[in-house]
């Protein structure tokens, strides 16, 4: 089935006019976020970079997803090292021809480690 299906009366929007309308995560582990973006139905691709930020400030994840034809986007983020200890940030940025159009930021913790 298309995403085209679940338009549900919205028109598509040239990819100036995009908007970042909702971003889930869950972080399953020390390693692994899984993350959903939702754009604005749009009419030609669009850039989406996605990037995890510890709390040093330090970027931990990143990725970029080029020609992106799709609104509903779902993706496994793999940190380069295992996350430390407080709150990381997912920004989820929308790009077309190297303009920002969408920004979004969610913060997030990284479940506790378990001891055996």
Known sequence: ???????????????EEIEIT?????????HRVDVAVDLTPF????????VIVAPEDKEVC???IVHN???????MLHLKRDAGP???VLHVGDFHEDELVA????????????ES
């Not at 009419?43 to 996605?50: A, F, G, Q, S």
Request: aromatic fraction near 8%.
């Open 1 to 15: 089935m298309s995403q085209r299906t679940f338009l549900q009366g919205q028109r598509p929007v040239p990819p």
């Open 69 to 75: 034809r799709d609104w509903m986007i779902d993706k």
């Open 103 to 114: 920004h979004a930021a969610r913060r997030f913790v990284f479940p506790a480690v378990e």
């Open 62 to 64: 990143s990725t970029s």
């Open 22 to 30: 909702g971003v889930g995560l869950n972080a399953l582990d020390r």
């Open 43 to 50: 009419l030609e691709p669009v850039r989406v970079e996605m």
């Open 86 to 88: 407080g709150e990381h």
